[in-house]
């Protein structure tokens, strides 16, 4: 009941806090990220109190994408994550740090529905989130009605323990997994081919992270020419480059993206020698409005 509470009160957190004069804001902007914090007027680099990371795109729409708390440089407190890559803002990740480190109930939520790439959205009509940084701190709003749960479970020193519960993004319950024990709870998750090796959510989790972080993790220059990258999943859940051609661009984004997705491959049987490959690609047309189309497939291959 206790982490239910909180996360009604999440839905509609509205914070404001108001700061002694120990403490000055300050701002930070890069490749139209900015990051407003404060810090100990006794000490400017020290981090201490809320922070707000923003980004505006070409329209000028200022998007949430994280806000948080700081105590002597390190995160402590509530911290929420967002989807700024999404037209809508949506809430990605709700929970609190403690030193530094995951502690406690936290849920991860998928992004809902919107309506694209339509005139009305794009100019922030869908927009689920709003902040306004005052003299005093901040004020942050958010509306997270509708969004299916991704997972939810409790972090000790940032590790996730005891019993965690996955999702599909239609709200049915597929994994249930303890991580203390790495033994499951719940398997309702059934893949045609696939009875080796099981991605804790199921490939729709799977693809959700791979596809947010793609269009989070930002290229230095332009993708020239199509591409393809081929990856394996190994024994200790991490990935095995197989091969690739094309962009080499598109291989070291392939590789940052797939660094960053949590290591929650589990093996229901090790003795298989069945192997699952990630396959990423982009197809490039120039003479097209819409230059690039990316496409993911994880595939079964029986040697």
Known sequence: MKYRLVCLLLLCFVAEISYAQELTKKKKNKGGITQEYYVLKADKNMKYGESLT?????????????????????????????????????????????????????????????????????????????????????????????????????????????????????????????????????????????????????????????????????????ISKSSEVVYEVDQNGTYKFIHAHGDEKFKEQVEQVLSEIPNDWVWLDAESNKKLQIVSKVLYNPDSFNRYQFSLDLNVVTP
């Open 54 to 222: 923003t980004f505006k795109d070409i329209l000028n729409n200022q998007f949430l994408i994280e806000y948080g708390y700081y105590k002597y440089g390190i995160k402590d407190g509530v911290w929420l994550t967002f989807y700024y890559s999404n037209p809508s803002n949506f809430l990605k990740s709700a929970g609190e740090y403690r030193n530094g480190k995951r502690e406690g109930n936290w849920r991860y939520y998928y992004p809902g529905l919107s309506n694209g790439k339509s005139l009305q959205t794009l100019l922030g009509a869908e927009k689920r989130t709003s902040a306004i940084s005052g003299k005093d701190g901040f004020i942050v709003a958010f509306d997270s009605t509708g969004q299916q749960i991704v997972c939810s479970g409790k972090y000790s020193e940032d590790k996730k323990v005891g019993v965690w519960s996955y999702y599909s993004r239609s709200g049915y319950l597929i994994h249930q997994f303890d991580h203390s024990s790495k033994e499951f709870v719940l398997n309702r998750l059934r893949e045609e081919d696939n009875d080796f090796l099981a991605f804790l959510g199921g490939p729709e989790r799977f693809y959700n992270s791979y596809h947010t972080l793609q269009f989070e993790i930002k290229m230095k220059s332009p």
